[in-house]
């Protein structure tokens, strides 16, 4: 074999695999073993059960639209921070951590008495008929909060590593203002918008301790898929809860490979 | 995820105070492991056994406690924190333990009133002035009610609101099974927001103002309105409701292998002290000492109560009642 330019290759591939073998892949092959005694039949049975189902839906569906919501509103934050010079930038750059720093269940609280009927902001939506808190929209806006700094996060780099050169050619080339941003600079920020998105999107499906403040909890309609992870654990059947973990697990898998996949696609087309 | 953050600092300080009893041989330790609202009244109960233990042998005893939902807290013994004692909100969290060979079979039976030193029941707590003029349980089902209680899948508390209910109807004229599985259908129609845990549906009724009426501990009830305010919340007793009796229990296997059994025993026979009975009542939990029972007697209305027997026990009624596809979860709530 010939010599690689980099040396070190096998050492640090071994260390590599042997750390996320312990802190990835162990913790998911227990649960795996766990959840293995009940078998595909047994897997269906669970998750065709109606309530399990609507918190399924509530859950990926709540968790997808947040991610949505959060690259567009991420995008346009990300953009004002690198593009903008203005006082009091870099203590709003800051406060865009916030949501990381903050213990889960603190947030789950604040949010909650804020959109709660007598709450802040609920009171002045109270009048419209417009319930946030102990609904599906107060799930997804517990969300939207834990979600929204990766995808600024994450696209700031590339927007500072941009290379304004490009734009001025696109103009001086005669694209309008709109043609240079979604032919030109969008392909170029794809990719990190989409890896912002799918961590955002991770984020917001394993969501816990915010989310079940201000969810309501009833079953079929403000259920999310880990509170009936947590009923399976409070009637003490550790399997079930395992299994509904195995199949949470399973379906973000197959999300993620798909936005990774999306991902390279986004990149040739970038790459035009 | 609080009471995590919580069980974190208390497991580390739980080291500590390992440490610290290896380094003076003489002195012992005894674990708690006990459900929410109790964290007060195990605090006064456990100051006042250590000062007796400490007269009566010279030892010093410390005794840690640790607090959580019921089922949650049975888990962790299950899974290996080592409780010398278990005070749990039902007797079904401890028979789960019991199961897997932790404690003996007949637990219940070791101690007066079925291992249970203290009882509550369940009353409705609603707002000043009961402005939707609630007296009794067939109020709750009223056009435009809305009951506030936790889920029974996740919380003791609620499985004995449930039970309650459920009973009641049961025990009206002409009252059967199906009468009683109707009402509580309607029942859980009227409840907007299921919360995990009591103390959780004490906040969403208390400080995010949902509900005309929480189901409550009447232990929690009395304290909420205690510290939350007594010109904002009124108290009242249904007609009749369940005799909430949360046991204690030595844990064999633990004790066994720690040496600390004579401590643990003492600490639970402690409970039924005219001494250990009064500070119960203090705690709003209804002592079964006469004396105390005297003292406290205008805190406690009178209220007819049925038990758990009522249901075939505790494991009969988890399994009819709260386990998967279980009467629960046919009622059909939210659909």
Known sequence: ?272 | MLTNLRRTLLGSLLWLGVAAAGAQAADVSLLNVSYDPTRELYKDVSAAFAAQWKKDKGDTVTINASHGGSGKQARSVIDGLEADVVTLALAYDIDVIADKGLIKPDWQQRLPHNSTPYTSTIVFLVRKGNPKGIKDWNDLIKPGVEVITPNPKTSGGARWNYLAAWGYALKQPGGDEAKAREFVAALFKHVPVLDTGARGSTTTFVQRGQGDVLLAWENEALLARQELGKDQFEIVVPSISILAEPPVAVVDKVVDKRGSRAVAEAYLNFLYTPQAQEIAGKHYYRPYDEKAAAKYAAVFPKVATFTIAEFGGWKQAQAAHFADGGVFDQLGVGQ
């Open chain 1, 1 to 272: 074999m010939a010599r690689r330019v980099l040396p070190g290759f096998g050492l640090s591939l071994g260390y590599t695999l042997a750390y996320l073998g312990l802190i990835v892949l162990l913790p998911l092959a227990a649960l795996a073993v766990k959840a293995s005694g009940i078998g595909a039949a047994g897997l269906w049975k669970i998750v065709s059960a109606p309530p399990v189902f609507a918190a399924l839906r509530l859950s990926f569906g709540a968790a997808l639209l947040s991610a949505v919501i959060n690259a567009a509103v991420g995008l346009l934050v990300a953009w004002v921070l690198v593009r903008y010079r203005f006082p009091g930038r870099r203590l709003i750059d800051a406060l865009v951590d916030l949501p990381f720093a903050l213990p889960t269940a603190v947030a789950g609280i604040a949010l909650t008495a804020l959109y709660a009927p007598n709450g802040w902001v609920g009171s002045w939506l109270a009048p419209f008929g417009i319930k946030v808190a102990f609904t599906p929209l107060g799930v997804l806006i517990a969300m939207i909060f834990v979600g929204f700094p990766f995808v600024v996060r994450t696209l700031q780099p590339v927007l500072e590593a941009l290379d304004r050169d490009i734009e001025e050619a696109a103009t001086s080339l005669g694209a309008s203002r709109l043609q240079t941003f979604v032919r030109v600079l969008f392909p170029l920020l794809l990719p990190a918008l989409l890896t912002g998105f799918a961590l955002a999107l991770a984020r917001a499906v394993g969501e816990y301790g915010s989310v079940i403040f201000i969810a309501g909890n009833i079953p079929m309609k403000s259920e999310i898929l880990p509170l009936v992870i947590v009923k399976q654990l409070e009637q003490f059947k550790y399997a079930d809860a395992a299994a509904v973990g195995v199949i949470m697990l399973v379906l973000s898998f197959l999300l993620l490979l798909a936005i990774s996949l999306l991902q390279r696609w986004s990149r040739r087309w970038a790459e035009r």
